[in-house]
């Protein structure tokens, strides 16, 4: 899953977190977001636009380290020193398992 065009969340996890259920989590705007420093590192653009990337980079500047998890993240940000790291791998589950427990399970609720 690494097409940036496939419109699939997991193609761009972090962009995806940043934009839905951890946005209220992130710095940034519709061009480029990050986790809150206080919370990590993770950081993306909205896409490869040279606006976007401008975006990603200031932020950053402003900010402090991020880190950039995707297939092919942008290999220079004005301002920043980027530091290539291994590459990492996704994985999927696509069929659940749930593995028995010697302990009750309980749903989580307000209280």
Do not use: C, K
Not at 5 to 19: F, I, M
Not at 50 to 70: C, S
């Amino acid at each position: 899953m690494d097409d940036p065009n496939s419109g699939h969340p997991l193609d761009r996890a972090v962009w995806a977190a940043l934009t839905t259920r951890q946005a209220h989590l992130a710095l940034g705007d519709h061009r480029a977001r990050r986790l809150a420093p206080e919370y990590g590192l993770f950081a993306a653009a909205a896409d490869r636009s040279a606006a976007n990337v401008a975006a990603l980079a200031a932020l950053v500047r402003e900010t402090g380290p991020a880190a950039l998890f995707e297939a092919d993240p942008p290999r220079e940000l004005e301002g920043v020193t980027v530091t290539p790291g291994a590459p990492i791998t996704q994985m999927i589950a696509t069929t659940p398992v749930f593995a028995p427990t010697e302990f009750e399970v309980l749903r989580l609720g307000a209280r």
